[in-house]
């Protein structure tokens, strides 16, 4: 089981990891990098929960600028385990 924040650069992943890709992404507010999840076929049953964790990163993707990393770990909480 496998998830992360990988950074899209004109719509293609700065990080090719063969994962599943949600098209709901994050965007830094100051510069616009955006992260989309990207995640393993085995975690599709916690798909809700891992998008609460994701989306839930948007502060400290904007706090990062402008040293944005070419993937994130998403935080793991208690409900995904």
């Not at 049953?45 to 994701?54: D, E, G, M, T, W």
């Amino acid at each position: 089981m496998a998830y992360e924040a990988v950074k899209y650069t004109n719509g293609k992943g700065d990080l090719q990891d063969g994962l599943t890709v949600d098209q709901n992404p994050i965007v830094c507010g100051k510069c616009g990098a955006e992260y989309r999840l990207d995640y393993s076929p085995g975690e599709s049953s916690n798909l809700a929960n891992l998008r609460a964790c994701f989306q839930s990163m948007q502060k400290r993707t904007t706090n990062k600028c402008p040293k944005h990393q070419p993937s994130l770990a998403v935080p793991n909480v208690p409900f995904l385990q």
